[in-house]
């Protein structure tokens, strides 16, 4: 399986164990039903691995913790056991997952029946853990996203420091003029704490949409359009900023 990138370290040695789990799962199918059988597991989960991981790189311990319930399906004494004889493997006590306790009943008459049943009641498995996984994910995600809702239902996300060297390049670009106004501005970083404030032609960063720290959505404003904006777009507080949107302008 390609390589994937992690927020944590942690999330990503558990995926890996996730995926010795699915491999473990071959190696049962292989020992179990012969050679030809291996890759039941693995091959029908690989794309659903693939797409669904993508979203679940968080650092959520409650994800973790969903993924960890449905590791080691096997320990491997019963492996040890299992190439002895795969009789003995169904019946071994060192079966410890309880996916597995439906197939000790099995059989080994009808293999491909067999196979269907065991590779279906893992992927229904697994697909369970993944939307409970999911569901986890994008609830935590709202969360952070959605701190607080503006009006008419616009979310507000919470406001970063703007690292000095990026307020530089804003004011550089609009050319040390507020874009509502036009007047020209003296760049906050000139004046002291205490005279900034008290300055209306101070210069200030402004968020077009409230709370997005992307480089587009920064602006040029002077002390005074940017309390008169508020907390609001420049639709909702009736101010139209001389270049219109700034994505396709800022280099």
Same mark, same amino acid.
């Given at each position: 399986?390609?390589?994937?990138?992690?927020?944590?370290?942690?999330?990503?040695?558990?995926?890996?164990?996730?995926?010795?789990?699915?491999?473990?799962?071959?190696?049962?199918?292989?020992?179990?039903?012969?050679?030809?059988?291996?890759?039941?597991?693995?091959?029908?989960?690989?794309?659903?691995?693939?797409?669904?991981?993508?979203?679940?790189?968080?650092?959520?311990?409650?994800?973790?913790?969903?993924?960890?319930?449905?590791?080691?399906?096997?320990?491997?004494?019963?492996?040890?056991?299992?190439?002895?004889?795969?009789?003995?493997?169904?019946?071994?006590?060192?079966?410890?997952?309880?996916? @597995?306790?439906?197939?000790?009943?099995?059989?080994? @008459?009808?293999?491909?029946?067999?196979?269907?049943?065991?590779?279906?009641?893992?992927?229904?498995?697994?697909?369970?853990?993944?939307?409970?996984?999911?569901?986890?994910?994008?609830?935590?995600?709202?969360?952070?996203?959605?701190?607080?809702?503006?009006?008419?239902?616009?979310?507000?996300?919470?406001?970063?420091?703007?690292?000095?060297?990026?307020?530089?390049?804003?004011?550089?670009?609009?050319?040390?003029? +507020?874009?509502?106004?036009?007047?020209?501005?003296?760049?906050?970083?000139?004046?002291?704490?205490?005279?900034?404030?008290?300055?209306?032609?101070?210069?200030? @960063?402004?968020?077009?949409?409230?709370?997005?720290?992307?480089?587009?959505?920064?602006?040029?404003? +002077?002390?005074? +359009?940017?309390?008169?904006?508020?907390?609001?777009?420049?639709?909702?507080?009736?101010?139209?900023?001389?270049?219109?949107?700034?994505?396709?302008?800022?280099?």
């Amino acid at each position: 399986m390609a390589q994937e990138k992690f927020y944590s370290q942690e999330l990503r040695l558990t995926y890996e164990k996730f995926e010795e789990t699915i491999r473990k799962w071959d190696d049962f199918i292989s020992i179990m039903f012969g050679a030809p059988f291996a890759g039941h597991i693995s091959r029908p989960l690989s794309e659903l691995t693939q797409y669904l991981w993508k979203s679940l790189q968080t650092e959520s311990s409650k994800i973790k913790v969903l993924f960890e319930e449905f590791l080691a399906p096997l320990q491997i004494e019963a492996y040890k056991e299992a190439y002895a004889s795969p009789e003995k493997l169904l019946k071994s006590d060192l079966f410890v997952h309880e996916a @597995i306790e439906p197939y000790k009943a099995l059989k080994l @008459i009808d293999k491909p029946a067999q196979l269907d049943l065991i590779k279906q009641g893992f992927l229904e498995e697994a697909s369970k853990v993944y939307e409970q996984a999911l569901a986890l994910e994008r609830k935590e995600r709202e969360k952070e996203k959605k701190l607080k809702i503006g009006k008419g239902g616009r979310p507000i996300t919470q406001k970063k420091d703007i690292a000095q060297g990026v307020r530089r390049r804003i004011y550089k670009h609009d050319n040390y003029e +507020c874009v509502y106004c036009g007047v020209t501005i003296i760049p906050d970083y000139e004046l002291s704490a205490s005279e900034s404030p008290n300055r209306q032609n101070a210069g200030s @960063i402004d968020h077009m949409v409230p709370g997005n720290n992307d480089f587009e959505n920064l602006v040029t404003a +002077c002390q005074s +359009c940017n309390s008169a904006k508020s907390n609001r777009t420049p639709e909702e507080a009736g101010l139209v900023p001389k270049y219109g949107r700034f994505s396709s302008q800022k280099k």
